[in-house]
């Protein structure tokens, strides 16, 4: 009996030391850095899209470009398997994949790409000061690289989460268990606005 309720005592103390107000994410916390999450640029679909398009969501901002051999799709075969695992909650979590190729990635190139991951994922375009601008305020490094008759683009890559109320909260970059990214999707989810 001594030992329940001893057992009972622990539990109950670690439940309350582990409630504190500090909130402990997967991925690294940049709340602190106040990046501006504000964005107008042309969604695959051919509509104008803001932050205020995905009011209420927690947002997935994934940096890169269609003619990418490796990261990108993967990053966006993760991104569908996180939403997948979310359940009914996925609902409420919104991807949005911005190229880094204005010359290359065209709506068309965009509406045949984006989808092929998941119908809900929406993938922004812009002009190359307009995509200069967004990789700016979100610290992405990106460059044009040629490649004999053609090129490709270096990129810093990694998966920056957006509050429901519209803050960059946490980045995860490339290669980071997909677990710990759906644990801290499913935490902004659960936040209050």
Known sequence: MLKKFLI??????????????????????????????????????????TLDSYKNKVIAVFFGFTNCPDICPTSLQELKYIKQELG???????VLFISLDPERDTQEKLSLFIPSFDPTFIGLYG?????????????????????????????????YLIDRSGKIRIRHPYGSPVEGIIADIQQLLSESI
Do not use: P, W
Not at 13 to 20: E, K, M, R, T
């Open 88 to 94: 009914q909650a996925g609902n409420n979590f919104q």
């Open 127 to 159: 002009s190359s000061n307009e995509v200069d601008a967004m990789a700016n305020q979100y610290k992405v490094f990106h460059q044009k690289v040629e490649q004999g008759d053609s090129y490709t683009i270096d990129h810093s890559s990694g998966i």
């Open 8 to 49: 009972s005592c622990l539990f109950i103390f670690l439940v309350a030391c582990g409630n504190d107000s500090t909130q402990q994410f997967y991925g690294s916390d940049i709340s602190a850095a106040n990046l501006d999450a504000s964005f107008s640029l042309t969604s695959h679909h051919g509509e104008r899209a």
